[in-house]
């Protein structure tokens, strides 16, 4: 499985922001999906995670409520919608795949690809 992060950049605090990964290989759309973050200086955290119908999601206590994680099966894209984003929400972002379909996955060595990150700025 290959993995496509894309949709970053600079956002206001208040604002709003749409990251998208774009996955490849043959059963890309089975696999539950997660999105992680890492802040300068600090480790890689769990931020959201959907199944491979969609139909459970997961979140971190310090974005639930503001994030909403989606998928696209036919698209073979997930995504993470930012909804009032927080100066602290600045991150690189990460979308990840598991070889599982649904399940609890917060911990990164649960997840067997990555893709390679996106750039999230909010500003006060």
């Known amino acids: 499985v290959q993995l496509q992060a894309s949709g970053g950049g600079l956002v206001q605090a208040g604002g709003s922001l749409r990251l998208s990964c774009a996955a490849s290989?043959?059963?890309?759309?089975?696999?539950?999906m997660g999105w992680f973050r890492q802040a300068p200086g600090k480790e890689r955290e769990f931020v959201a995670s959907?199944?491979?119908?969609?139909?459970?999601?997961d979140y971190a206590d310090s974005v639930k409520g503001r994030f909403t994680a989606s998928r696209d099966n036919a698209k073979n894209t997930v995504y993470l919608q930012m909804s009032s984003p927080r100066p602290e929400d600045t991150a690189i972002y990460y979308c990840?795949?598991?070889?599982?379909?649904?399940?609890?996955?917060?911990?990164?060595?649960?997840?067997?690809?990555w893709g390679q990150g996106t750039l999230v700025t909010v500003s006060s």
């Open positions: 959907i199944s491979g119908s969609g139909s459970s999601t």
């Open positions: 990840a795949s598991t070889k599982f379909s649904s399940g609890t996955y917060r911990l990164a060595r649960s997840y067997a690809y």
């Open positions: 290989g043959r059963t890309s759309s089975r696999f539950l």
